[in-house]
Every structure is written in C-alpha cells, then in structure tokens.
C-alpha cells in the first residue's frame, strides 16, 4: 500500500502493485510489489530502501536545508531524511539495513550564482543520508537535463529516463 507523508491512501492501490508519482516537495511509503515515480530538474530525488522488509520511500526534495522554516518535511533535504528514516524505523527497519539512491540536482536554470540549486541540493542530500547513517548505493545527479525516477519497491531498484539517453537502472 502506498501511503503520502500524511499518511493518506493514494487512489488505484492494489495487491498487485500500482504506480504513483510523488510531487514537488512530498514523499511517499510504499512497500513490494508498488513503484513511486517523480520527474526531476533541479530537484533531487531521495530512496530509502529496506531490503529486508522490502519496504521503503521516495523524496522529492525541492530545497537544501530548511533553515527553521516550516513547510512539509520532504520539501528540504535536511528534514526530508529524517523523517524517512524515523517513519521506516517506526515500521521495523533498522538503520543499518537502509539503502540510499539519489537521482537529479540538474542545472536547469542556465548559469550564475542562483542556478546551482540543483547542486546545493545534491549536496544537501548527500550529507543528510551520511549523518543519518545511511549508506548511498547509487547516484545519477547533475548535468543539465530532467530525469524520470521509477522506484521499484520489489527489489529497490531506480530506472532513471532522461530525453535522448538511454535508460539505466542503478
């Protein structure tokens, strides 16, 4: 079952697994057979996967840090982590088990001071997933094109699309 951040039930959810695209600043909890999709410029697009439970959550982190300011937790690096890892740790997964994959930071805004968002949130992300205690697996980040994330909670893997590349699957 997949479930958003406030933990509403998306429509469509069935045994069989279904596929829901997970917006701007939200996260979403899905477990086996599900798939969390988002599509990525600037932003970043955060997995946490236990394997052992095959149950895990996808971020689509829209800024870095959120500096004291309010506003739903997978909106900012710093808070999105964090509360991925304490709602799987509140479901059973233990902290050593979880996996990270990160995807997008593109440079979508042409160039100069305020078009490295991408990258300060790549770097956000990063140091977040290294405080908790998460280990990165897989990264496909930078550039200057949008990506497509599939995150498929059967076995954990992120096939990331972009135009005119091919597909690839971290």
């Given at each position: 079952?997949?479930t958003t951040i406030?933990?509403?039930?998306?429509?469509?959810?069935?045994?069989?697994?279904?596929?829901?695209?997970?917006?701007?600043?939200?996260?979403?909890?899905?477990?086996?057979?599900?798939?969390?999709?988002?599509?990525?410029?600037?932003?970043?697009?955060?997995?946490?996967?236990?394997?052992?439970?095959?149950?895990?959550?996808?971020?689509?982190?829209?800024?870095?840090?959120?500096?004291?300011?309010?506003?739903?937790?997978?909106?900012?690096?710093?808070?999105?982590?964090?509360?991925?890892?304490?709602?799987?740790?509140?479901?059973?997964?233990?902290?050593?088990?979880?996996?990270?994959?990160?995807?997008?930071?593109?440079?979508?805004?042409?160039?100069?001071?305020?078009?490295?968002?991408?990258?300060?949130?790549?770097?956000?992300?990063?140091?977040?997933?290294?405080?908790?205690?998460?280990?990165?697996?897989?990264?496909?980040?930078?550039?200057?094109?949008?990506?497509?994330?599939s995150f498929d909670?059967?076995?954990?893997?992120?096939?990331?699309e972009s135009i005119?590349?091919?597909?690839?699957?971290?």
């Open positions: 079952m997949i406030e933990e509403t039930t998306l429509p469509g959810v069935a045994e069989t697994g279904v596929e829901a695209s997970v917006g701007m600043g939200l996260s979403a909890l899905a477990a086996a057979p599900d798939r969390l999709t988002a599509i990525l410029g600037s932003c970043v697009g955060v997995t946490v996967y236990c394997p052992a439970l095959r149950l895990g959550m996808l971020s689509h982190v829209l800024l870095p840090d959120s500096r004291g300011r309010s506003g739903h937790p997978a909106k900012f690096a710093d808070s999105a982590v964090r509360h991925m890892c304490s709602t799987l740790a509140a479901r059973g997964a233990k902290p050593d088990e979880l996996l990270a994959k990160i995807a997008g930071g593109a440079r979508m805004f042409g160039r100069g001071v305020h078009t490295r968002i991408g990258e300060e949130n790549v770097r956000a992300a990063v140091a977040a997933l290294d405080s908790a205690g998460v280990r990165i697996v897989a990264r496909e980040v930078g550039g200057d094109i949008g990506r497509r994330i909670l059967s076995t954990g893997s992120v096939t990331v005119g590349r091919e597909s690839r699957t971290m």
